[in-house]
Protein backbone atom coordinates (compact mmCIF):
# COMPACT_ATOMS: atom_id res chain seq x y z
CA UNK A 1 0.00 0.00 0.00
CA UNK A 2 2.88 2.59 1.22
CA UNK A 3 4.68 2.00 -2.31
CA UNK A 4 1.31 3.15 -4.25
CA UNK A 5 1.61 6.32 -2.42
CA UNK A 6 4.89 6.74 -3.01
CA UNK A 7 4.33 5.86 -6.81
CA UNK A 8 1.66 8.26 -6.86
CA UNK A 9 3.24 10.73 -4.91
CA UNK A 10 6.36 10.69 -7.87
CA UNK A 11 4.17 10.79 -10.30
CA UNK A 12 2.40 14.03 -9.51
CA UNK A 13 5.59 15.65 -8.68
CA UNK A 14 6.70 14.78 -11.94
CA UNK A 15 3.44 15.90 -13.70
CA UNK A 16 3.51 18.59 -11.76
CA UNK A 17 7.22 19.46 -12.55
CA UNK A 18 6.57 18.91 -16.65
CA UNK A 19 3.41 21.30 -16.22
CA UNK A 20 5.74 23.98 -14.48
CA UNK A 21 8.00 24.14 -17.82
CA UNK A 22 4.97 25.76 -20.12
CA UNK A 23 5.22 29.57 -20.27
CA UNK A 24 2.30 31.41 -19.92
CA UNK A 25 1.27 33.70 -22.81
CA UNK A 26 1.94 37.29 -22.57
CA UNK A 27 1.07 40.32 -24.57
CA UNK A 28 3.13 43.02 -26.03
CA UNK A 29 5.75 44.72 -25.88
CA UNK A 30 4.31 45.78 -29.82
CA UNK A 31 0.82 45.94 -29.43
CA UNK A 32 -1.08 45.74 -25.94
CA UNK A 33 -3.86 43.87 -25.18
CA UNK A 34 -3.38 41.43 -28.24
CA UNK A 35 -1.62 39.09 -29.81
CA UNK A 36 -0.94 36.93 -26.85
CA UNK A 37 2.89 34.64 -27.70
CA UNK A 38 4.68 31.96 -25.42
CA UNK A 39 7.96 32.69 -24.77
CA UNK A 40 10.34 29.40 -26.28
CA UNK A 41 14.26 28.94 -24.85
CA UNK A 42 16.86 27.81 -27.08
CA UNK A 43 14.69 26.61 -29.82
CA UNK A 44 16.45 24.56 -33.12
CA UNK A 45 15.48 26.98 -35.57
CA UNK A 46 17.09 30.09 -34.98
CA UNK A 47 15.61 33.71 -36.10
CA UNK A 48 17.97 36.06 -37.26
CA UNK A 49 16.83 39.14 -36.16
CA UNK A 50 19.10 41.10 -38.76
CA UNK A 51 17.05 39.93 -41.50
CA UNK A 52 13.98 42.04 -42.73
CA UNK A 53 10.81 40.19 -42.56
CA UNK A 54 8.02 41.47 -45.10
CA UNK A 55 5.04 39.57 -44.43
CA UNK A 56 1.31 40.10 -46.06
CA UNK A 57 -1.53 38.32 -44.37
CA UNK A 58 -4.99 36.84 -45.68
CA UNK A 59 -7.47 37.82 -43.63
CA UNK A 60 -10.52 36.34 -44.93
CA UNK A 61 -12.59 34.62 -42.20
CA UNK A 62 -14.32 36.06 -39.58
CA UNK A 63 -16.35 34.62 -36.19
CA UNK A 64 -19.63 34.31 -36.24
CA UNK A 65 -19.62 36.08 -33.19
CA UNK A 66 -19.79 39.80 -33.84
CA UNK A 67 -18.87 40.88 -30.40
CA UNK A 68 -15.72 38.48 -31.05
CA UNK A 69 -11.96 40.25 -32.36
CA UNK A 70 -10.60 38.44 -35.37
CA UNK A 71 -8.44 35.96 -34.38
CA UNK A 72 -7.08 36.56 -38.21
CA UNK A 73 -6.42 39.99 -37.47
CA UNK A 74 -5.06 39.10 -34.28
CA UNK A 75 -2.55 37.07 -35.80
CA UNK A 76 -0.69 40.54 -37.41
CA UNK A 77 -0.33 41.45 -33.37
CA UNK A 78 1.09 37.84 -32.28
CA UNK A 79 3.52 38.01 -34.82
CA UNK A 80 5.04 42.09 -34.05
CA UNK A 81 5.19 40.75 -30.69
CA UNK A 82 7.09 37.55 -31.07
CA UNK A 83 9.48 38.59 -33.44
CA UNK A 84 9.71 41.81 -31.06
CA UNK A 85 10.53 39.73 -27.97
CA UNK A 86 13.41 37.52 -29.50
CA UNK A 87 14.99 40.51 -30.59
CA UNK A 88 14.15 41.89 -34.04
CA UNK A 89 13.99 45.40 -34.13
CA UNK A 90 10.62 47.10 -35.64
CA UNK A 91 12.32 48.18 -38.59
CA UNK A 92 13.00 44.89 -40.03
CA UNK A 93 9.29 43.71 -39.18
CA UNK A 94 6.70 44.70 -42.27
CA UNK A 95 3.16 43.77 -41.61
CA UNK A 96 0.53 43.83 -44.29
CA UNK A 97 -3.36 42.54 -43.42
CA UNK A 98 -5.48 42.30 -46.35
CA UNK A 99 -9.24 41.63 -45.42
CA UNK A 100 -11.71 40.45 -48.02
CA UNK A 101 -14.83 37.56 -48.15
CA UNK A 102 -16.57 37.20 -44.61
CA UNK A 103 -14.24 38.81 -43.09
CA UNK A 104 -15.52 42.30 -44.08
CA UNK A 105 -17.72 43.07 -42.01
CA UNK A 106 -14.46 43.66 -39.49
CA UNK A 107 -13.45 46.55 -42.01
CA UNK A 108 -16.62 48.62 -40.87
CA UNK A 109 -16.10 51.46 -38.96
CA UNK A 110 -17.84 51.52 -35.24
CA UNK A 111 -21.43 53.39 -36.54
CA UNK A 112 -22.01 51.16 -39.57
CA UNK A 113 -21.17 47.77 -36.90
CA UNK A 114 -23.22 48.88 -34.23
CA UNK A 115 -26.23 49.53 -36.55
CA UNK A 116 -25.67 46.36 -38.89
CA UNK A 117 -24.37 43.70 -35.39
CA UNK A 118 -26.04 45.89 -31.84
CA UNK A 119 -22.09 46.04 -30.31
CA UNK A 120 -18.89 47.78 -31.07
CA UNK A 121 -16.46 46.68 -33.61
CA UNK A 122 -14.14 45.12 -31.31
CA UNK A 123 -11.73 44.78 -34.16
CA UNK A 124 -11.17 48.67 -34.36
CA UNK A 125 -8.90 49.00 -31.14
CA UNK A 126 -6.79 46.46 -32.50
CA UNK A 127 -6.65 47.60 -36.12
CA UNK A 128 -5.49 51.57 -34.66
CA UNK A 129 -2.58 49.43 -32.32
CA UNK A 130 -1.99 47.74 -35.53
CA UNK A 131 -1.65 51.03 -37.21
CA UNK A 132 0.46 52.87 -34.53
CA UNK A 133 2.88 50.44 -34.83
CA UNK A 134 3.38 50.73 -38.38
CA UNK A 135 1.51 47.58 -39.68
CA UNK A 136 -0.90 48.24 -42.75
CA UNK A 137 -4.25 46.99 -43.48
CA UNK A 138 -5.95 47.38 -46.82
CA UNK A 139 -10.19 46.14 -47.55
CA UNK A 140 -10.23 44.22 -51.26
CA UNK A 141 -12.15 46.63 -53.43
CA UNK A 142 -14.10 43.65 -54.92
CA UNK A 143 -15.54 42.55 -51.34
CA UNK A 144 -16.49 46.37 -51.10
CA UNK A 145 -18.75 45.91 -54.26
CA UNK A 146 -20.05 42.49 -54.11
CA UNK A 147 -20.84 42.61 -50.10
CA UNK A 148 -22.35 46.10 -51.10
CA UNK A 149 -20.05 48.05 -48.60
CA UNK A 150 -19.75 51.68 -48.82
CA UNK A 151 -16.38 52.12 -48.55
CA UNK A 152 -16.70 55.47 -46.46
CA UNK A 153 -18.28 53.63 -43.98
CA UNK A 154 -14.39 51.68 -43.37
CA UNK A 155 -12.54 52.16 -39.83
CA UNK A 156 -10.02 54.72 -39.94
CA UNK A 157 -7.08 52.45 -40.60
CA UNK A 158 -8.29 50.15 -43.43
CA UNK A 159 -7.42 51.55 -46.65
CA UNK A 160 -8.71 50.25 -50.22
CA UNK A 161 -7.32 48.65 -53.14
CA UNK A 162 -8.49 47.55 -56.22
CA UNK A 163 -8.60 43.31 -54.73
CA UNK A 164 -7.07 41.42 -52.39
CA UNK A 165 -5.60 39.64 -55.09
CA UNK A 166 -3.64 42.68 -56.79
CA UNK A 167 -2.24 43.28 -53.30
CA UNK A 168 -1.28 39.99 -52.80
CA UNK A 169 0.20 39.76 -56.28
CA UNK A 170 2.65 43.36 -55.69
CA UNK A 171 3.44 42.76 -52.78
CA UNK A 172 5.12 39.14 -53.06
CA UNK A 173 6.55 40.51 -56.07
CA UNK A 174 8.14 42.87 -53.36
CA UNK A 175 9.59 40.34 -51.52
CA UNK A 176 6.65 39.93 -49.17
CA UNK A 177 5.59 36.03 -47.89
CA UNK A 178 1.92 35.00 -48.02
CA UNK A 179 0.72 33.93 -44.51
CA UNK A 180 -2.66 32.32 -45.15
CA UNK A 181 -4.50 30.48 -42.34
Do not use: W
Not at 46 to 68: A, M, R, T
Not at 101 to 122: H, I, L, Q, W
Amino acid sequence: MMRHYLLLLCLSLGITSVHAQFNKAEYGPVIENYGPTFAIDDPDFQLNPDQEYKLVFDIHNSPEDPSQVNPMIETLARFLNMHAKAGVPMENLKVVGVIHNRASKDAMNNTYYKEEFGVDNPNIPLMEALEAAGAEIYMCGQSIHARKVNPERLAKPVKTALSAMTVFVTLQGQGYQLIRF
